[in-house]
């Protein structure tokens, strides 16, 4: 951490990585903890003192009484579930209102956008997405379309600005014949969500951040789901709407790319994917749903089985140039410590051919693997690397060797505590 930096902590893969818990760990480095990318579709778990909360919208800084947390412009906001998500945390004791600073860039997601979030996947047909159902392809669309509210409109003439939009919408879901919906008690909480927003400051972040960087306070962007969802780089049309990378912290908070230090890439000791898409590492057998049992391997938003497999170096190498990685996070080792064996995918295969390097389209490829030997013991009571098992020792530097790339923290289990600085 430098004082005047923007640090990065994203998840590399396809999200669920465990960034919740990290970032928690890291915020009393920080004195400011921002989101820049994404919306209710992220669900990040943190666990302490026996408590356990699921952030959405708000930064995991939340918890500590002094950070100031931002809102970033590049995020995407559902009034009444940020209103939900907010009281529950003031309801736990914490104070929010003057902690916590909303871009007026950022952007509305409506009711009727996750109407059309449903009707569209519903065009689909087998080809869905499997987004949760948020309204965020939707709301990023219209921003990109240029006809999307921020949250900035709230604050002027929002009743009529709110009304031309919620009729738009309804046009288009009539001409998607898409009409059997009833938003209306939606609709008041979100209107509810819309004044209790006006409680919050809702400011120019971008502003506040470079001010921040100039007076020497250090900055963490928190990543939201991870570098395979990216819009640009990751499995598209099967991704989702936010630019999840490195790049993603510079538009979606107002920052240089020279105000960026440290990349910290945040990964599971497996992998997992929630939603469609081409998977290569997918296991479909006993072990998969060994991971996806010991793991707890189920969605944090939409509470769907996530599918599992082994660690994937062609996706982990792709993220990690794509974003500039300089450190790696190891998250939920303990998950395979049962495992009498453990695999890494070293390559994509596909009508005979084999590729170390991501494929434009990953569809129809399958994995080759390496396999190494588990370590067969219960890492989840360690406190220092000294304690490693051999065979885990052995895994850490077979990933760092294949990664180029060292991985500083390793976690061996759900709890703040169970976090292991490698020296
Ligand atoms: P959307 O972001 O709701 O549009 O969903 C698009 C794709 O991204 C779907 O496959 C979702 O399951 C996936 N996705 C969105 N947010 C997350 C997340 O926080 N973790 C993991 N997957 C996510």
């Not at 695999?343 to 990953?362: F, L, Q, R």
């Not at 490829?365 to 190494?372: N, S, W």
Request: some cysteine; glycine content about 10%.
């Amino acid at each position: 951490m430098a004082k005047g930096k923007v640090d990065a902590l994203l998840g590399i893969v396809f999200g669920d990585e465990g960034k919740g818990k990290v970032v928690d760990c890291f915020t009393p480095k920080y004195d400011i903890v921002a989101r820049f990318a994404g919306g209710p579709n992220a669900g990040h778990t943190i666990i302490f003192e026996g408590k356990k909360f699921v952030l959405r919208s708000i930064p995991s800084g939340i918890f500590d009484e002094g950070k100031l947390n931002i809102i970033g412009n590049g995020c995407v906001i559902a009034p009444d579930l940020f209103m939900a998500e907010a009281k529950e945390l003031e309801a736990a004791g914490y104070n929010l209102k003057t902690r916590l600073h909303i871009s007026k860039r950022a952007h509305l997601i409506l009711p009727t956008h996750r109407v059309l979030d449903r009707a569209y996947e519903v065009a689909k047909g087998k080809n869905k997405v499997g987004t949760t159902g948020k309204g965020i392809g939707p709301t990023y669309s219209e921003k990109a379309a240029r006809t999307s509210l921020r949250v900035g409109d709230i604050l002027e003439n929002f009743p009529e600005k709110y009304a031309a939009l919620k009729n738009r919408h309804e046009q288009m879901l009539k001409d998607l014949h898409y009409t059997d919906y009833d938003i209306r008690e939606e609709e008041r909480l979100w209107l509810e969500g819309v004044e209790y927003m006006k409680s919050f400051p809702l400011t120019d972040t971008e502003i506040e951040l470079h001010k921040a960087l100039k007076a020497g306070k250090s900055v963490l962007a928190e990543g939201a789901q991870g570098t395979m969802l990216d819009i640009d780089h990751g499995t598209y049309p099967f991704v989702s709407s936010s630019s999840t990378c490195s790049g993603g912290v510079c538009t979606g908070l107002g920052v240089a790319p020279n105000a960026i230090g440290e990349i910290f890439g945040i990964f599971k000791a497996y992998s997992t994917r929630v939603g469609s898409g081409p998977f290569p590492v997918e296991l479909f057998d006993e072990t998969g749903d060994k991971i996806r049992e010991i793991g707890n391997e189920y969605g944090a938003v939409t509470g769907r089985n996530r599918r599992c497999g082994w660690v994937d170096l062609v996706a982990l190498k792709y993220a990690i140039a794509l974003n500039g990685v300089t450190q790696l996070i190891m998250m939920k080792s303990d998950v395979l410590d049962t495992f009498d064996t453990i695999k890494a995918c070293v390559a994509y295969k596909k009508d005979g051919v084999i590729t170390e390097d991501m494929p434009y389209d990953t569809e129809g490829y399958e994995a080759v693997y390496e396999e190494l030997p588990g370590w067969k013991s219960d890492l989840t009571h360690l406190t220092s690397e000294s304690q490693f098992p051999k065979a885990f020792q052995d895994y850490i530097d077979y990933l760092e060797k294949a990664l180029e790339t060292p991985i500083t923290i390793v976690s061996v289990g759900p709890d703040r505590a169970q976090t292991i600085e490698r020296a």
